[in-house]
């Protein structure tokens, strides 16, 4: 599996790199991105996060982090360091700016409203006092649209949203101050509602 990886990321470095000698960076550097992320940034894996509509200095920041290879989680070692490493700070930008203009797609499924749902949508508005956890909605917006301060999080793959909460918890993403005390408190329950809960924002 990890052979079959590093070939599947050894050819899209090939041909990220020919594209990139050519002049119409985004639309050809996006080409590349879409094989995981989706032609539009919508993928459909629930491996690959969804770009579409996300905050496009966030998104800057986090190519910066895994060119740095300071976001350094073993998923992002395996499948964006050597993207990163191939973009120019100008490209950084320009796809950045191309994917945070895409629409998102909402997950059509109603939001949850079992024990879990709201046991979810009460941590989201209102955080959990007595475990000293903020409400999500104060920084990620009130439909976890995402704001200047933090990323969108509404229809992200709920595999994936469980997956960084996991990581933000241990120092793999060292830019996130905010997040990694927030992601410490949370225990194994409250995040996996959570996610799901995110996920059908
Ligand atoms: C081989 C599959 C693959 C390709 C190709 C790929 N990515 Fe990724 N990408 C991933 C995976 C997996 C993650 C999650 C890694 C992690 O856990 O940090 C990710 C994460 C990201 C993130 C962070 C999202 C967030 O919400 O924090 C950004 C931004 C990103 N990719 C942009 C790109 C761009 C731009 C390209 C094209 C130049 C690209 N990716 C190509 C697999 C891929
Ligand atoms: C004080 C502000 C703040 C609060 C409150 C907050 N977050 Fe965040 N969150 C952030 C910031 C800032 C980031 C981006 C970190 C980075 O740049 O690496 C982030 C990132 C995330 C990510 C990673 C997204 C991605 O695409 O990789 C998840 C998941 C997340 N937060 C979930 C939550 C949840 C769930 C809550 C509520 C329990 C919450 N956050 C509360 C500021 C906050």
Same mark, same amino acid.
């Given at each position: ?5 590093? %070939? ?5 470095? %090939? ?34 996060? !969804? %770009? ?34 191939? %973009? ?36 989201? !508005? ?16 009130? !439909? ?58």
């Amino acid at each position: 599996m990890k052979r079959i990886l590093i %070939l599947i990321q050894a050819l899209l470095a %090939l041909c990220l790199a020919a594209y990139a000698t050519a002049a119409n960076v985004p639309a050809t550097v996006t080409k590349v991105c879409a094989n995981c992320h989706g032609a539009d940034g919508n993928s459909e894996s629930p491996m690959f996060p !969804r %770009l579409a509509g996300q905050e496009p200095d966030y998104l800057q920041r986090q190519l910066l982090a895994y060119r740095d290879q300071t976001r350094a989680n073993p998923a992002a070692q395996n499948y964006m360091w050597g993207m990163a490493k191939l %973009l120019t700070d100008d490209d950084i930008k320009q796809v950045a700016n191309w994917f945070a203009a895409q629409a998102p797609v909402y997950d059509k499924q109603p939001g949850a409203g079992d024990d879990r749902g709201r046991m979810a949508d009460a941590i989201f !508005r209102q955080g959990l006092p007595d475990q000293g956890v903020p409400a999500c909605a104060t920084c990620h917006g009130d !439909r976890a649209q995402g704001t200047s301060i933090a990323p969108r999080l509404a229809g992200q793959h709920a595999h994936y949203i469980e997956s960084q909460l996991k990581v933000l918890a241990t120092g793999e993403r060292p830019a996130a101050v905010m997040m990694q005390p927030i992601a410490q408190k949370l225990n194994e329950e409250q995040v996996a509602a959570l996610a799901a809960y995110l996920g059908k924002l």
